[in-house]
């Protein structure tokens, strides 16, 4: 059986876990506590870079959330969750890319800037502007269709939906970009959605992690220091 080491509010980790839901695949979850279980030899020997998500499947390992949804596309490819012909394939890949490199940074800044200082305002405006910039690109890129390749709900709408309904709360509304807007209900109405959807206790508490990012993220590097050091040390 497929197995997912996950956090439930990963913004890494969900994609994956939706799309096994969407293609009604057994798999068994692993939670992984971030607060340092990442860095303990067990869950390091699975991935040696401490993150989520990871896919075990018998003897392999994927690792990284594309990677793993381009696996599990190739491995189990009924049902789909990518178009045929190159154009929709193309607005596809448009959307997981622009998604990870132009929204999910915006949205990270937006939650750890507040403001307070004149640099930090600066910087918590761009990051508004970068997100209002994605969602224009998005806005115009799905137009009036039901999804990003049609009719068919596709890996666009498993990584850019966790993030765009969340817009909202990070004080970006959708009224905005109506097609997004009924684009972001109709996904939240599929019961696969609902299963993973946060509740408002556990948004508050990831918010209140991101916030306090920087130095988790310093933490982090010294503890990799630490692992990779005593890595090097090892006799071959």
Not at 38 to 43: A, G, I, L, N
Not at 167 to 173: A, Q, V
Not at 206 to 226: A, E, H, N, S, Y
């Amino acid at each position: 059986m497929l197995k997912l080491y996950y956090a439930r509010p990963s913004i890494y980790a969900r994609p994956v876990w939706l799309a096994l839901l969407e293609k009604q695949l057994p798999f068994e979850l692993i939670p992984v506590d971030l607060n340092g279980e990442q860095f303990s030899p067990e869950f390091v020997a699975v991935n040696p870079f401490s993150h989520v998500p990871v896919l075990v499947e018998g003897d392999f390992r994927v690792i990284e959330s594309l990677a793993i949804l381009d696996y599990l596309e190739a491995q189990y490819p009924k049902p789909s969750l990518l178009p045929s012909g190159a154009v929709p394939l193309a607005r596809v890949r448009m959307v997981q890319l622009v998604t990870f490199n132009e929204l999910l940074p915006a949205i990270f800044k937006l939650m750890v800037h507040d403001g307070k200082t004149s640099q930090q305002s600066t910087e918590l405006e761009y990051a508004r502007l970068r997100a209002i910039n994605t969602l224009n690109f998005l806005e115009h890129l799905l137009g009036d269709s039901v999804y990003f390749a049609g009719q068919q709900l596709t890996l666009a709408e498993i990584v850019a939906g966790t993030l765009v309904c969340r817009m909202p709360d990070l004080g970006i509304s959708l009224a905005d970009y109506p097609n997004l807007d009924t684009w972001s209900k109709r996904l939240l109405s599929r019961p696969c959605w609902q299963q993973i959807e946060l509740t408002s206790e556990e948004w508050s508490h990831f918010k209140r992690r991101i916030r306090v990012m920087p130095k988790l993220l310093g933490r982090r590097r010294q503890r990799r220091i630490t692992l990779l050091s005593q890595r090097q040390r090892r006799p071959r």
